[in-house]
């Protein structure tokens, strides 16, 4: 219900975007998204986790093997032979994607209110093509250059990370995990030196259509690289914490669905931002 | 026993694609190519996505249902800025 609800308000929200170019409504979905998405990531903590009566002892190993094996011949698979997360294995044979449905969700919701915001950039522009051509003129092409390897190679380190989890190899992937909390941090520190830049030249939100854009699509892409770069830290302290294993790793898959979710959003809007204004 | 390889080779062909596609692009947006240059760089931009969420995302591991709808909302992002751009102003 909580989601039928959410896509209705994006979608109505995102149509007025498109169709009217109204900053506001921009904002307003994605507060609306950012919203949906706290509670879906709560749920999805809550939901990843197995849960049993409080009090109880925590289930011995030939329970949990035996019910991953009940629930993968359900699904058409021996789940004795391939991790019970191996991406390449299950997925393919059931609706359920790597990371887990409710995370896929999410990134489907945020893709559709980034593309709602970049085509009402592109509607913008072409109403005030000067002042978009001046704005373009006023960014810092280098660093943006800089920031997009910055995250392409946090994706890297993550996936790397994943990979060595899979290979039961938890110390390199805490490490792969560290390298893209830094590549996220890099990232924020770079957007920082960028924004303080455009706050000294006054070119603030109110400064003029392009600007109001620039700083509400890159600003809440930055919440999100914020968002991700928390919980890529809580991941990493349950992998330090032996608490995944290559036969459990629901919870690392939807934290590094997320934090690609970071690069996936910038790839689009850096080229129409940046690039092409 | 051997030891296993720390660094996979997949995610690192898709990290060196994504780079030299970004470095293209990158280039292309100071090229004075006219109207036609968003092509291109928007082009380049969707394959990028795509490699980060079939690779990156494993999307090449899920459902087909999930891999037609990421590519169908991608597609229509670039075809809809695509030709926004290449709109008179």
Not at chain 1, 26 to 45: D, I, M, T
Not at chain 1, 47 to 69: F, I, L, Y
Not at chain 1, 112 to 136: I, K, Q
Not at chain 2, 82 to 87: Q, S, V, Y
């Amino acid at each position: 219900v909580l989601l039928a609800l959410a896509v209705v308000l994006q979608i109505s929200l995102g149509g007025l975007v498109v169709t009217m170019g109204v900053p506001i409504a921009l904002a307003s979905a994605h507060q609306a998204n950012g919203a949906l998405v706290l509670v879906l990531l709560v749920a999805l903590l809550h939901a990843a986790r197995p849960s049993r009566p409080a009090g109880s002892a925590p289930p011995d190993m030939t329970t949990v093997m035996a019910d991953r094996s009940r629930r993968s011949t359900v699904s058409g698979m021996a789940g004795n032979v391939a991790p019970a997360s191996d991406a390449a294995g299950e997925g393919a044979s059931s609706l359920e994607p790597p990371g887990g449905v409710l995370v896929w969700l999410v990134i489907f919701i945020e893709l559709l209110t980034f593309a709602a915001g970049l085509l009402s950039f592109a509607v913008s522009r072409n109403g005030e093509p000067a002042v978009f051509a001046a704005g373009r003129g006023a960014l810092n092409q280098p660093l943006a250059l800089a920031n997009t390897i910055v995250l392409l190679t946090g994706g890297w380190t993550m996936a790397n990370g994943l990979a060595s989890l899979r290979r039961c190899s938890v110390e390199a992937s805490g490490r792969w995990m560290m390298g893209a909390i830094a590549c996220g941090g890099l990232f924020l520190a770079l957007k920082s030196v960028e924004y303080a830049d455009k706050l000294r030249h006054g070119l603030d939100l109110h400064h003029d259509t392009f600007f109001t854009f620039y700083w509400l699509l890159t600003g809440f892409h930055v919440l999100h690289v914020l968002a991700a770069v928390a919980i890529l830290g809580a991941l990493l302290r349950g992998v330090r914490a032996g608490r995944y294993t290559s036969r459990d790793l629901l919870d690392v898959e939807s934290g590094a669905a997320f934090w690609h979710l970071c690069d996936l959003i910038w790839l689009l809007l850096y080229p129409t931002v940046y690039l092409l204004a | 026993v051997k030891p296993l390889p720390t660094i996979s080779l997949a995610p690192t062909a898709t990290w060196v694609a994504l780079v030299l596609l970004t470095l293209v692009s990158y280039s292309l947006g100071d090229a004075p190519l006219g109207r036609g240059v968003p092509t291109p760089i928007l082009a380049g931009a969707l394959v990028k996505a795509s490699l980060v969420g079939f690779m990156f995302m494993e999307l090449r591991a899920a459902h087909v249902v999930w891999k037609v709808a990421f590519m169908v909302l991608l597609l229509t992002l670039g075809i809809a800025l695509c030709l926004l751009r290449l709109a008179p102003g």
